[in-house]
């Protein structure tokens, strides 16, 4: 029987969620035993322990209950059950957790003692909004991502990064926690804490593995290793909707002088780093994206086998995703998820997504497969990430603008906890709080084949240059140095060096044109910047 220590936690407050390990005996390597297994799990320092025993009868389901009961307790480590609420009380369990269709939350509740935990399992906004209704002390949002340890095949059992944003959006200001689960492991850990928070900014409180530590033969590291991913996290993230991940400046730093200085001191960091930047883009444009890359001073590879991106994501650079020719869509998810994990920058330019079913798909699969540092789109295509039908499509190309560029961009950037690009005659970038507005450019850009997909091509190559050039590790963050500036950088070099070119006496129209823009932006100078860019700074 379990020890008659007390271990009562205080709801709410002191209930620490961040590594949440629900048991799973069948996951168990061989010859390891559950109570081996669960001691090296707390010696790595999981914060809260749910028993799920989906499979047995009352009397063994206790005793296991009463063995973990006395493990825990020797650690300070809260137990939680899972649906048996007999279970909970006859152990003295901390809690139980909930699913949709167990005990009525109003019931357990009624039955539980006061100081009692209970969370509920939620997959949609309006699961969420009842269990906060009904008094839940924490939900469990999920499942983010496909998983083997519980049986998803039913439409919308997999809610995705987005379905996560959605509840934690209806979470904000109840005081109920929150913890993502399904599918999270070490390799996707950062990015679903990053891209899990609501526009607003209300992030998880914790995250909940089975597999990762069950299955690990060294729980004890493996919980290490997750645990110390959220607490770097925990650490580096700062108030606000975008955090740590996509700038190092703090609200109101930013000013035009400032932007232009740091965007012209990039044209001669990539030059001298000489960034790799892999490509997987648009068929159509690949020679004209590779002769950009080169005359900026980066060095292209068009990579999309998806048995290469392991490799190349260990290579210092950017990544730029286009999927303007959609055929190379797991080489796509490969190369997002091995960027992310190796710290690279990732610029995603979603040609013509608001064109197809299809695309939107794509689009949506993509973003709960990695984390994009910057997304950049024309009108149509930034219309259809964020809902809107202001601007209508045709094709790849918008027709018309919207009323409130500004707005659009800042409101996208923080659902997406990214930065975010409006390309068109005023370009529009925002990393959710400043808004800069950028006035370069000439009308024989939109004349010639791919001058937005190569505009993606310029801004991958300066993030990439600038994730080198940042000096010293942030631990928590999933991209160094400052990618606001970065896209400053790219666009400003893309649109300078078009106005210069346009302007050459030997170009006569789109012919001429793209051979010119290449020349300008090999002999673009920091100086060229600084004495031509056109900007203004809008903060929140």
């Known amino acids: 029987m379990h020890s008659t220590k007390d271990t009562t936690?205080?709801?709410?407050?002191?209930?620490?969620?961040?590594?949440?390990?629900v048991t799973g005996r069948d996951l168990l390597p061989q010859g390891k035993s559950y109570l081996t297994y669960l001691e090296d799990a707390l010696k790595g320092e999981v914060s809260i322990v749910q028993i799920r025993e989906k499979n047995l009868g009352t009397a063994e389901f206790l005793e296991i209950a009463n063995d973990t009961m006395s493990l825990c307790i020797k650690y300070n480590i809260p137990v939680i059950i899972n649906d048996r609420i007999d279970i909970a009380l006859a152990c003295g369990a901390a809690g139980v957790h909930l699913g949709q269709s167990d005990m009525p939350l109003s019931t357990a509740r009624w039955?539980?003692?006061?100081?009692?935990?209970?969370g509920v399992s939620c997959t949609t906004p309006e699961q969420a909004r009842k269990a906060v209704e009904g008094g839940a002390d924490y939900v469990g949002l999920g499942a983010v991502y496909a998983t083997s340890t519980k049986d998803v095949s039913a439409p919308g059992s997999v809610c995705g990064i987005a379905?996560?944003?959605?509840?934690?959006?209806?979470?904000?200001?109840?005081?109920?926690?929150?913890?993502?689960?399904?599918?999270?492991?070490?390799?996707?850990?950062?990015?679903?804490?990053h891209s899990c928070a609501s526009p607003t900014g209300h992030t998880l409180h914790g995250v909940a593995v089975v597999s990762d530590i069950v299955a690990s033969p060294d729980p004890c590291a493996a919980a290490w290793r997750l645990g110390d991913t959220f607490r770097a996290w925990a650490a580096a993230v700062s108030p606000g909707p975008i955090g740590f991940q996509v700038t190092t400046k703090e609200k109101g730093q930013y000013t035009r002088d400032g932007i232009v200085a740091a965007a012209a001191a990039l044209v001669d960091t990539v030059r001298h780093l000489r960034p790799l930047v892999h490509q997987i883009t648009n068929?159509?444009?690949?020679?004209?994206?590779?002769?950009?890359?080169?005359?900026?001073?980066?060095?292209?590879?068009?990579?999309?086998?998806?048995?290469?991106q392991a490799d190349l994501a260990r290579m210092p650079g950017g990544l730029l995703i286009n999927f303007g020719t959609l055929d190379a869509l797991d080489g796509m998810l490969a190369a997002g998820r091995h960027a992310n994990q190796n710290g690279k920058p990732v610029v995603f330019d979603p040609v013509g997504v608001g064109a197809t079913a299809f695309r939107r798909a794509t689009a949506t699969e993509l973003l709960d497969a990695w984390q994009p540092t910057v997304i950049k789109g024309n009108a149509a295509e930034i219309g259809a990430l964020a809902d809107s039908n202001e601007v209508k499509a045709q094709g790849v190309d918008s027709l018309g603008g919207f009323k409130n560029a500004p707005e659009v961009v800042r409101s996208l950037a923080r659902t997406h906890r990214c930065i975010v690009l409006l390309s068109g005659p005023t370009d529009y970038l925002s990393d959710g709080s400043t808004v800069i507005r950028l006035s370069n450019g000439h009308e024989l850009l939109g004349q010639i084949t791919g001058a937005g997909c190569v505009l993606g091509t310029a801004i991958a190559t300066f993030c990439g240059a600038a994730s080198i050039a940042a000096i010293g590790s942030?631990?928590?963050?999933?991209?160094?140095?400052?990618?606001?500036?970065?896209?400053?950088?790219?666009?400003?070099?893309?649109?300078?060096?078009?106005?210069?070119?346009?302007?050459?006496?030997?170009?006569?129209?789109?012919?001429t044109f793209l051979p010119a823009l290449i020349d300008e932006l090999a002999m673009l100078t920091p100086e060229i910047v600084l004495r031509t860019a056109k900007i203004e700074v809008e903060m929140e």
Do not use: C, F, W
């Not at 039955?111 to 209970?118: R, T």
């Not at 944003?165 to 679903?192: C, D, H, P, Q, Y």
């Open 9 to 21: 936690v205080k709801r709410g407050v002191d209930l620490d969620l961040s590594l949440y390990l």
């Open 163 to 193: 379905g996560v944003r959605a509840m934690l959006s209806v979470l904000e200001g109840t005081g109920v926690k929150a913890v993502a689960i399904g599918g999270i492991n070490s390799t996707n850990l950062l990015r679903t804490l």
């Open 111 to 118: 039955l539980l003692p006061s100081h009692a935990i209970i």
């Open 474 to 511: 942030h631990e928590g963050s999933l991209v160094n140095g400052d990618m606001l500036l970065a896209t400053v950088a790219g666009t400003l070099a893309l649109t300078i060096a078009a106005q210069h070119a346009a302007a050459r006496e030997e170009v006569r129209g789109p012919g």
């Open 283 to 308: 068929n159509v444009v690949k020679t004209q994206s590779a002769n950009v890359t080169l005359a900026l001073g980066g060095s292209p590879i068009m990579a999309e086998a998806e048995a290469e």
